[in-house]
C-alpha cells in the first residue's frame, strides 16, 4: 500500500491541460473542463507553496490535429498560469515519460515519485501512470483532477471512475485534490 501522500520532492505533473482539451473550438471540451481547470489551478497554487516544481507536458499531434505544434489547440491552456520557470515537455504518443527529459527532469528534483493530473483519463493519464512505473517511480493520481471526453460505448464519469478503481488496483495512490491542497 502506498505512503499517505506524496513526497515532499514529488513533483505535480500536468497532463495535456492545452487550450484544445478546454475551448470546443475542434472537439468538445473534457467532461466538467471548468471544474477541472479550477482544481489544475489549485493544485498548482498548493505545488509552488509547498515547494514542489510543476512541469507541464503538452501532446503534439499530427498535422492538421487541433493539438498539432502550432494549431491554436496547442498550447497549455493560459488559465493555468503557467510560471515561466515551470518546464513543457512534448509528447506525441500517450505516456510523458516517452519524452526522457521528462525522466531526467523528474530525477534532478530528487524525486522518487510524482503527482498526476490531466487529460484524457483514459489515453495519455493511463499511460503516463504506466511509464512512470515503467521508470520505478511512486506515482500519485488526483482522482478528481483528471478528465476525458465521452467515447461511443461510455460516459466520461464512468470512464474516469473506472480508470480511478484501476489506477488504485495498480499501486497508485489516490488522493483528491481538497486532500492534498487543504490537508
Same mark, same amino acid.
Given at each position: 500500500? !502506498?505512503?499517505?501522500?506524496?513526497?515532499?520532492?514529488?513533483?505535480?505533473?500536468?497532463?495535456?491541460?492545452? $487550450? %484544445?482539451?478546454?475551448?470546443? @473550438?475542434?472537439? !468538445?471540451?473534457?467532461?466538467?473542463?471548468? $471544474?477541472?481547470?479550477?482544481?489544475?489551478?489549485?493544485?498548482?497554487?498548493?505545488? @509552488?507553496?509547498?515547494?514542489?516544481? /510543476? =512541469?507541464?507536458?503538452?501532446?503534439? %499531434?499530427?498535422?492538421?490535429?487541433?493539438? #498539432?505544434?502550432?494549431?491554436?489547440?496547442?498550447?497549455?491552456?493560459?488559465?493555468?498560469?503557467q510560471a515561466a520557470d515551470e518546464p513543457t515537455f512534448g509528447k506525441s504518443? *500517450?505516456?510523458?515519460?516517452?519524452n526522457p527529459e521528462l525522466a531526467e527532469w523528474v530525477a534532478g528534483q &530528487?524525486?522518487?515519485? /510524482? +503527482?498526476?493530473? *490531466?487529460?484524457?483519463?483514459?489515453?495519455?493519464?493511463?499511460?503516463?501512470?504506466?511509464? =512512470?512505473? =515503467?521508470? *520505478?517511480? &511512486? +506515482?500519485?493520481?488526483?482522482?478528481? #483532477?483528471?478528465? $476525458?471526453?465521452?467515447?461511443?460505448?461510455?460516459?466520461?464519469?464512468?470512464?474516469?471512475?473506472?480508470?480511478?478503481?484501476?489506477?488504485?488496483?495498480?499501486?497508485?495512490?489516490?488522493?483528491?485534490?481538497?486532500?492534498?491542497?487543504?490537508?
Open positions: 500500500m !502506498p505512503d499517505a501522500a506524496p513526497s515532499a520532492a514529488a513533483p505535480l505533473i500536468v497532463i495535456d491541460l492545452q $487550450t %484544445g482539451m478546454f475551448d470546443g @473550438r475542434f472537439d !468538445p471540451p473534457i467532461h466538467d473542463a471548468d $471544474t477541472i481547470a479550477e482544481r489544475a489551478r489549485r493544485l498548482i497554487d498548493w505545488a @509552488r507553496r509547498s515547494g514542489r516544481k /510543476v =512541469a507541464f507536458i503538452r501532446h503534439d %499531434g499530427p498535422e492538421g490535429d487541433p493539438l #498539432a505544434p502550432g494549431a491554436s489547440g496547442w498550447p497549455v491552456w493560459p488559465l493555468l498560469d504518443v *500517450g505516456n510523458a515519460f516517452s &530528487g524525486a522518487k515519485d /510524482v +503527482v498526476l493530473i *490531466g487529460a484524457q483519463t483514459d489515453f495519455c493519464v493511463a499511460a503516463t501512470v504506466k511509464g =512512470a512505473f =515503467a521508470e *520505478g517511480l &511512486g +506515482v500519485t493520481v488526483v482522482s478528481d #483532477a483528471h478528465s $476525458t471526453l465521452d467515447s461511443d460505448e461510455e460516459k466520461a464519469p464512468d470512464i474516469i471512475a473506472r480508470h480511478n478503481e484501476a489506477f488504485e488496483e495498480q499501486g497508485v495512490r489516490m488522493m483528491t485534490t481538497a486532500e492534498l491542497t487543504e490537508g
